[in-house]
């Protein structure tokens, strides 16, 4: 089920529907280890996981969340501070503008919005 460090927001929130298209996020968090040299979600454990996506990407709008089925884990993520979405060039000191273009759209929270290998 992916190492943590690279697992998909969908499989940590309980989304029975999971598919390639997680592989996709795990591909992004590489690209970023490759580029920093650094994990770039690297928790204890999966509910501090979580946060720090949310706190380095931003909280996602209401629509963008409804992959998430379980109420409890919902519960959780509208628990969780109101930061303003990021992209990665913002987060990240890097000069190629397409591979942080790229990044970005591997690492979006809603899987059905994520870029896919087609």
Same mark, same amino acid.
């Given at each position: 089920?992916?190492?943590? *460090? %690279?697992? /998909?927001?969908?499989?940590?929130?309980?989304s029975?529907e %999971? #598919?390639?298209i997680?592989?996709?996020?795990?591909?992004?968090? !590489?690209a970023? +280890?490759l580029? #920093?040299?650094?994990?770039?979600f690297?928790? /204890?454990n %999966?509910i501090n @996981?979580?946060?720090?996506i *949310? +706190?380095? !990407?931003? @909280?996602?709008?209401?629509?963008? $969340?409804? *992959? =998430?089925?379980?109420? $409890?884990a919902m519960k959780?993520?509208?628990? $969780?501070?109101?930061?303003?979405?990021?992209?990665?060039?913002?987060? =990240?000191?890097?000069?190629?503008?397409?591979?942080?273009? $790229?990044i970005d759209?591997?690492?979006? =929270?809603?899987?059905?919005k994520? =870029?896919?290998?087609?």
């Amino acid at each position: 089920m992916v190492t943590r *460090f %690279y697992r /998909a927001p969908e499989i940590m929130l309980c989304s029975s529907e %999971y #598919t390639e298209i997680s592989d996709i996020w795990s591909l992004g968090c !590489l690209a970023v +280890e490759l580029i #920093t040299g650094k994990v770039m979600f690297s928790e /204890a454990n %999966y509910i501090n @996981q979580i946060k720090t996506i *949310f +706190e380095k !990407l931003g @909280q996602p709008e209401v629509e963008d $969340l409804d *992959f =998430i089925k379980n109420e $409890l884990a919902m519960k959780f993520i509208n628990s $969780l501070p109101n930061v303003p979405s990021r992209k990665m060039k913002d987060v =990240i000191d890097y000069n190629n503008e397409e591979l942080l273009d $790229l990044i970005d759209k591997m690492l979006v =929270i809603n899987p059905k919005k994520r =870029i896919s290998a087609e």
